[in-house]
């Protein structure tokens, strides 16, 4: 009778470790795994959005810069009709 009680015990006091301890931290240790892999990934595409950005506005930079230069056009005399 004594064995059976203390079976029941051990097999109640099993169930309340197992559904009570290790499955909401399993549970919970999933949920943070998840939402640190979420976040890198945002991470990452923004940091991508980023360099495109900057690439972007280095090649219009670069653009504008071969644009704005000044022609050089030799030597240039004014010419003078002398009478």
């Known amino acids: ?3 059976l009680i203390a079976l029941i015990f051990l097999l109640w006091l099993f169930y309340k470790i197992v559904f009570d301890f290790i499955v909401p931290v399993y549970q919970s240790t999933k949920q943070v795994r998840r939402q640190m892999s979420d976040i890198q990934d945002r991470m990452r595409q923004q940091y991508q959005q980023q360099q495109q950005a900057q690439q972007a506005a280095e ?11 000044p022609v050089d056009k030799g030597d240039y005399i004014d010419f003078e009709e002398v009478k």
């Open 1 to 3: 009778m004594i064995k």
């Open 59 to 69: 090649q219009q930079h670069q653009r504008a810069a071969t644009q704005q230069r």
